[in-house]
């Protein structure tokens, strides 16, 4: 099995640290970078960390993590409540998908409440800030079959 995780961010997610700080929290992307190779690292696993504010390229990175990574840690930012896209993209993969949300979805807005990515995704962590991505590489490295 190989020996990267992919850690996939969506929309807006480049602005974190200054987009609504009382939500998401001061970390950056780039400080949620850091800390998950540190942990990636820790379970001597790559990282591959992107993000992108389109769909369809969330959609192709999926695609591509299927046989090359060993999971997936994705944030489909706002994408989570409208992309059957997303659903289908992931329902179609071989690896497993831990969903993680920066804030707690179901404490927010209606509209929110409701995710397409959850059903196919082996976990979801929300509410945890930052450190959600931390537990979700940490749940993907615990997956792995032992060496």
Do not use: K
């Not at 480049?14 to 990636?40: K, M, S, V």
């Not at 997303?86 to 969903?99: H, K, N």
């Not at 804030?103 to 450190?131: D, K, M, T």
């Amino acid at each position: 099995m190989p020996a990267t995780l992919y850690v996939l961010n969506g929309p807006n997610l480049n602005l974190l640290g200054q987009r609504q700080p009382e939500i998401y929290g001061r970390a950056t992307l780039a400080d949620i970078e850091t800390a998950c190779r540190e942990q990636a690292a820790a379970f001597a696993l790559d990282l591959d960390f992107r993000q992108t504010n389109q769909e369809g390229t969330l959609i192709d990175w999926l695609h591509e993590a299927d046989g090359a990574a060993a999971g997936v840690v994705l944030n489909p930012g706002a994408y989570t409540h409208t992309s059957i896209a997303l659903f289908d993209a992931i329902r179609a993969l071989s690896v497993p998908v831990v969903e993680v949300h920066l804030s707690n979805i179901y404490a927010r807005e209606a509209f929110r409440h409701h995710s397409y990515v959850s059903p196919v995704a082996l976990g979801v962590i929300c509410g945890f800030g930052a450190q959600g991505y931390v537990l979700a590489v940490t749940a993907l490295a615990q997956q792995r079959p032992a060496s």
